[in-house]
């Protein structure tokens, strides 16, 4: 039995990535992390819906409430406030080295479980420009899984989104019938998506581009 680890946010692009796993003949077992992000609930919420719709062998939900502790992002600072339009250089939405934490916990769970791979929606495209999303990033972060788990453990980190757009991503997902009605992409709301945080743009993109309706409700 094929077996991998995907990290699911809730968000479409973690969605999709899972439900490439599974076209890929794996088994999964679903990771989300809550640092303490404004839509934690929503994103848990659709991440357990997910993780249903995708049959998972597990889902384990970790918190990670010092990266809320640390702060230096919009994400789990509401006090540092969030473009609503497209800025120069790094955003404020950025929390930092998160993705080396993410995926230090997912190696060490696809130790645990026998896993083979990884599976992490980064894309480094249509993306916020985040440090810890550039190829250069994942292919070192590999090279750490093979130096520091043991000899006899193989796992490959797939980042299948990496160089795909988002419109890409969205025609993916309608291909693999993702039910993008459970997945959730804004930075600040929990009802109705706000549409214009760095996310929802990029995700209204997505749609527009692909030319396909975004199912969920905005303001």
Known sequence: MKKAVV????GMDSAVCAAIAKNDGYNIYVLHVNYGQ???????????????YYNALDFKVIGLDF??????????????????????????????????????LAT??????GAGAIYYGANSIDFSGYP????????????LIDNGTKDETNIK?????????????V??????????????????????????CDSCRLRLKGFKDAGEIDPIKYT
Do not use: H
């Open 132 to 143: 810890d999303c550039r190829p250069s990033f994942f292919e070192a972060f590999q090279k």
């Open 171 to 196: 025609k993916k997902g309608i291909e693999l019938r993702v039910p993008f009605e459970n997945t959730w992409s804004c930075y600040t709301e929990n009802d109705n998506a706000c549409g214009v």
């Open 157 to 169: 980190l797939m980042t299948p989104l990496g160089y795909m757009s988002k419109s890409d991503i």
């Open 38 to 52: 404004r839509t934690n609930k929503k994103e848990m919420s659709c991440a357990k819906n997910l993780a249903n």
């Open 108 to 113: 060490a769970w696809a130790e645990v479980v």
């Open 7 to 10: 990290l699911l946010s809730g």
């Open 67 to 104: 990266l809320k502790e640390i702060g230096g992002s919009g994400l789990v600072d509401s006090s540092i406030e969030l473009p609503t339009s497209e800025t120069e250089g790094i955003p404020p939405s950025y929390v930092p080295f998160r993705n080396s934490i993410l995926l230090s």
